[in-house]
């Protein structure tokens, strides 16, 4: 019954959803954290610290949540260790590592938008490499049309330049296609494993290179009060709930029935930062409410289902 339900599209949807506000609100906590600890955006180093931290406390919430549910405490194999120590090293450090450094050298415009086709490259991983789907005109004509609505609510009162940094935009689509990469490899090893007790693991492990790195570059931890670390326990529970949901979905669905939800993530930090910053002009124009409709459409065609063929 519980698969039956998962693989619902309404159910994906829903699940999805929930997903992206929470990573939608991540971007205000996140700026609100910095700003109380005394950490500057040019500051890597004790960015990746501060990112660290937050996915080992992601981490241990998750194990803990998944230790309380199942009632006992499992200690993983080395088999189930080397699977984790894997996926860590894409999702976790892989894609924060090139993300946080990335955006310190680009717009968020351009972070926006190059972050979003990691929707692209998930399918086209899921299905030219992988062979775990087939990929049809459909599914293209829908990231394509999803893709148009992220543009258009990222290009709303701003402007593009041709500049291409190799520490920013490069940085930003390799954080991208280790999103992607990380969406394939959650589908393979949930199959052998639990995608909740795989997703603590891997963010403890992640969190903690994170956080050896960060040091090991000069990072340092500003001032801690209990504000800051509610802030980060937040963090922790933001990436907790809303990774582990997403990889139950990735569990029964194909990749490119989940990772095309994703684009509700921008168009979410939108309308959230809107509310908490104070830009709601620009989140609730009429081109904003277009962009949503060219996300939904997208959404709409890449999980319509197939035609038979009668014989």
């Not at 996926?87 to 050298?105: D, E």
């Not at 593009?160 to 940085?171: H, P, T």
Request: positive net charge; charged residues 10%; glycine residues 10%.
């Amino acid at each position: 019954m519980k698969k039956d339900i998962l693989t619902k599209t309404w159910a994906v949807a829903a699940i999805a959803f929930v997903c992206c506000v929470l990573w939608g609100s991540a971007a205000p906590a996140i700026k609100t954290g910095y700003a109380h600890m005394g950490i500057a955006s040019s500051d890597v180093a004790s960015i990746l610290v501060y990112a660290g931290v937050r996915f080992m406390i992601a981490g241990l919430m998750v194990l803990l949540f998944s230790a309380i549910s199942r009632r006992k405490i499992e200690v993983p194999d080395k088999h189930f260790l080397n699977m984790a120590f894997r996926l860590s090293l894409v999702q976790t450090a892989g894609q924060y590592f090139f993300f946080y450094i990335g955006v310190a050298h680009t717009s968020g415009v351009k972070t926006s938008i190059l972050t979003a086709t990691s929707t692209f490259i998930a399918i086209i991983m899921a299905s030219l490499i992988f062979r775990q789907e087939k990929l049809t005109g459909r599914k293209i004509l829908g990231c394509c049309v999803g893709f148009a609505g992220v543009v258009l609510i990222n290009l709303l009162g701003n402007s593009m330049d041709l500049k291409f940094q190799w520490n920013g935009e490069l940085f930003i689509l390799f954080a991208a296609a280790a999103y992607a990469l990380s969406s394939v490899m959650i589908k393979n090893y949930s199959r052998e494993v639990s995608p909740v007790q795989l997703s603590g693991c891997q963010f403890f492990m992640g969190g903690l290179i994170l956080t050896i790195v960060g040091f090991g570059m000069g990072g340092k931890v500003g001032m801690i009060t209990p504000f800051t670390l509610g802030i980060w326990v937040y963090l922790g529970m933001v990436s907790a709930v809303a990774y582990t949901l997403w990889s139950i979905l990735l569990k029964y669905n194909p990749v490119s029935k989940v990772t095309v939800f994703g684009f509700m993530n921008p168009l979410c930090g939108v309308i959230i930062s809107a509310i908490v910053l104070g830009e709601g002009e620009q989140a609730f124009s009429l081109g904003g409410l277009a962009a949503l409709i060219l996300v939904c459409i997208g959404i709409c065609i890449v999980n319509r289902p197939e035609k038979k063929v009668e014989e």
